[in-house]
């Protein structure tokens, strides 16, 4: 069964820097994109960054594109979101995902994200 779980996220200020991770278990992890997504609070979720199986591609929405870094370290099954010059708009509840064929997509938990003003 795919799981996939991710780090405590938490609070921190403008401007600041924060790492995510989510840790894959269940796939052949190499063989997947992974998808970062994030739930602002009273919103829809939304589109963060992905990122190719091999790592070579990674994508971003317009919003963060400058600022974060998606990056997957396939040896240890984990996906990264290196999330930098953050602001109030980033506060978010962050969710990891992989789209399985012929089985489905599954998500993290989740992890909130606050950044202060």
């Known amino acids: 069964q795919v799981q996939l779980v991710e780090s405590e996220g938490g609070l921190v200020q403008t401007g600041g820097s924060l790492r995510l991770s989510c840790a894959a278990s269940?796939?052949?992890?190499?063989?997947?994109?992974m998808d970062w997504f994030r739930q602002p609070p009273g919103k829809e979720r939304e589109f963060v960054a992905a990122?190719?199986?091999?790592?070579?591609?990674?994508y971003y929405s317009d919003s963060v594109k400058g600022r974060f870094t998606i990056s997957r370290d396939n040896a240890k099954n984990t996906v990264y979101l290196q999330m930098n010059s953050l602001k109030p708009e980033d506060t978010a509840v962050y969710y990891c995902a992989v789209l399985v064929l012929r089985s489905g997509s599954y998500w993290g938990q989740g992890t909130q994200v606050t950044v202060s003003s």
């Open positions: 990122i190719s199986g091999g790592g070579r591609n990674t």
């Open positions: 269940g796939l052949t992890f190499r063989n997947y994109a």
